[in-house]
């Protein structure tokens, strides 16, 4: 029996996520399901696709052909799909990928993919979570075709719209951290942080932070995943220097407490980002710009911590850098 459509699909998207568990999530299919198609896949062909490891899967070097291979398949497959429906005049769904940090996707995930789809011109919303140089990875090797993420404006061969200017907070369990008000950036750091993972845009910021003031920065932990990150500060086990948005939900039921950095505060900007080189045809036209205000209203609905740029608006686009400046 020839290798499926639906088995390309469950291939690319594990090579892509990395991981058999997230892929079917993406897939919205059992784990078991997905193994066992990778698996009837390698019987057919004779050789192992993928190499296990301790963080996932990646693909062995007859794998990462046959990716590249299925991606063009799957490619020219959606052409076609739309093709068809081009001539019978209907307007097919665009499917599109978008990437981001779990604490941006937290905010934005569920209301970018509902007002994606209310669009006349039919978008499918995907969003994937991921650390922000992961996800420039894929936005360049085309496994996304969008990125919203902190610090883009290096990234090159990127058409960048900066969105806004994020403060970090100071959180906490209560009775942990002080109620309210403003925290200095060296009681901050001085505080028992966890962090989500050292490749994580709070770890960067806090140690650039300790490091241009001299600072000792005191991290008792860092985890991997976000749930046990968070679990962490709502037992009173450890404090994060943190973008509000991971802890949004949290502190409006209670559960922490947040404080504002001082002295100075630590900040990052938030951009939308698509490659250079991308097809006009692949992303509606104006979709960028109705991503990019839908982002930033969601955050302005949050509170005092973040500031838009050029008169609340996130315009206009920054010019792509070039190859080697970055």
């Known amino acids: 029996m020839a290798l499926t459509l639906r088995q390309l699909q469950y291939f690319v998207t594990i090579v892509e996520m990395g991981n058999i568990t997230h892929a079917a999530e993406r897939l919205h299919v059992a784990p078991t399901a ?8 390698e019987d057919r062909l004779g050789v192992a696709l993928l190499e296990r490891h301790s963080r996932g899967v990646s693909a062995t070097a007859a794998g990462r052909d046959l990716f590249d291979r299925a991606r063009r398949i799957l490619e020219l497959v959606d052409e076609a799909e739309r093709a068809a429906a081009a001539a019978a005049g209907v307007q097919p769904v665009r499917q599109l990928r978008v990437g981001a940090p779990p604490a941006v996707a937290r905010v934005i995930g569920v209301e970018a993919i509902l007002a994606a789809a209310a669009r006349k011109d039919r978008v499918a919303l995907q969003v994937t979570e991921g650390w922000t140089t992961e996800l420039v990875d894929k ?9 919203i993420g902190y610090g883009l404006e290096s990234a090159a061969g990127l058409r960048v719209i900066g ?9 906490a369990a209560p009775g942990v951290g002080p109620l309210g008000g403003t925290i200095r950036i060296d009681e901050a750091l001085a505080g028992n942080l966890v962090f989500y993972g050292e490749r994580s845009i709070s770890w960067r910021q806090a140690q650039t932070a300790a490091r241009e003031l001299g600072l000792a920065m005191r991290a008792v932990r860092e985890v991997e995943s976000i749930d046990v990150w968070r679990k962490f500060l709502l037992r009173g086990l450890g404090t994060a220097i943190t973008p509000f948005g991971a802890v949004a ?6 559960e922490l407490v947040v404080q504002e950095i001082e002295g100075p505060p ?13 097809d006009p045809a692949a992303i509606p036209p104006g979709f960028l710009e109705f991503l990019a205000e839908l982002v930033v209203r969601a955050y302005q609905r949050m509170g005092p911590y973040y500031r838009p740029f050029a008169g609340r608006r996130p315009f206009p686009v920054a010019p792509p850098v070039a190859p080697g400046t970055g």
């Open 266 to 278: 630590i900040h990052v900007r938030l951009s939308l980002a698509t490659r250079d080189d991308a």
């Open 34 to 41: 997905v193994s066992l198609q990778v698996k009837a896949m």
């Open 163 to 171: 969105l806004f200017e994020e403060r970090f907070v100071f959180a």
């Open 249 to 254: 939900e949290e502190f409006r039921r209670g």
């Open 139 to 147: 936005l360049q090797s085309r496994e996304v075709d969008l990125v």
